[in-house]
């Protein structure tokens, strides 16, 4: 009987590291996903409010920008930071 336990027991804990483990870590990650593009969107759409009637504010805007991300605490590397402010600067002007 005990053997029986043991055997369930190791069963149970391969079962839940193997697939309950990653589940969550990837819920974990797709709700900080969320929550930093919600965050670059905010600081692009305060970007282009503030530098609306500067000319060639590009590079202010960008500064704007990361100097925003940083200062709520995102951390995720410099290429994927930019790859999303364009993302989120191409789907606002889409808009208009």
Not at 59 to 88: C, H, P, Q, W
Request: charged letters at 25%.
């Amino acid at each position: 009987m005990t053997q029986i336990l043991s055997l369930i027991a190791a069963l149970a804990g391969t079962l839940i590291t193997t697939f309950l483990v990653p589940y969550l870590k990837a819920r974990l990650t797709e709700r900080q996903q969320d929550a930093l593009s919600l965050l670059v969107k905010t600081a692009v759409e305060a970007a282009e409010q503030i530098f609306k009637n500067e000319q060639s504010s590009g590079d202010k805007k960008r500064a704007f920008v990361r100097d925003f991300l940083y200062n709520n605490g995102v951390t995720a590397d410099d290429e994927k930071i930019v790859n999303m402010i364009e993302s989120s600067v191409y789907n606002l002007h889409k808009g208009d």
